[in-house]
């Protein structure tokens, strides 16, 4: 059974219903641009309230090494995940400056996308693979397809891979057979509206890829 994350979380009931349904990592979204932004305090003050266990992951786009690390700091997150067209040199630049786990998010776009992956791998802790969009990073509700997935399987290491990309209660557990990633992420798919969280939904995500 893969472990759940639950992204974009903005408040602290929906953050409680995610891990009592079983999710084991929260995302805090810290793109301001984003429907599901969070601020860094009001993040702090969520993650506060969980247990240590929970992995707390704050989701940047395209912010600065010193936004990285203030938000760091400010919102007591654990894990910080790379949404944007952030290069190798500042990744290792940022290893440098943290001991926090790290997750590059990149789209599978076409076939030399799983090559991109496999340079990432040798810089992060995780790779978050997502479907791609011309214009927004992540949260879109669009799928990978099949056939990416399938080749990606024999290809990357799925102890190390985070899949997102349109999940949802009703499609998860096929498409996780397809990639069997250690982990699953899933935003827009148990939501009642971008950043407010749907319980039944988070529920039924959680018993379906355990089914």
Not at 15 to 30: C, E, P, R, V
Not at 82 to 108: N, Q, V
Not at 158 to 180: D, S
Request: neutral net charge.
């Amino acid at each position: 059974m893969p472990k759940v994350k639950i992204c974009g979380i903005t408040r602290l009931p929906d953050a409680q219903n995610a891990i009592k349904a079983g999710a084991s990592a929260l995302g805090f979204n810290f793109y301001k641009k984003s429907p599901r932004y969070i601020s860094p305090e009001a993040a702090a003050e969520i993650v506060n309230k969980l247990a240590s266990s929970t992995m707390a992951v704050g989701l940047f786009v395209n912010s600065s090494i010193d936004e990285i690390i203030g938000v760091l700091e400010t919102s007591s997150i654990s894990a910080l995940q790379l949404h944007g067209s952030e290069s190798p040199e500042f990744i290792k630049t940022l290893r440098s400056k943290t001991e926090a786990i790290l997750i590059k998010a990149l789209p599978l776009k076409n076939e030399s996308s799983i090559t991109e992956v496999l340079e990432f791998l040798k810089l992060t802790d995780f790779i978050l693979l997502d479907a791609w969009h011309p214009d927004l990073a992540g949260g879109t509700g669009k799928i990978i397809s099949s056939d990416l997935l399938t080749r990606a399987r024999n290809i990357l290491p799925l102890e190390k891979c985070f899949l997102a990309g349109g999940l949802n209660p009703e499609n998860v557990q096929k498409i996780h057979r397809l990639f069997p990633a250690a982990w699953v992420d899933v935003a827009s798919g148990v939501e009642t509206s971008p950043g407010i969280k749907n319980e039944e939904l988070m529920l039924s995500f959680v018993r379906a890829i355990s089914g």
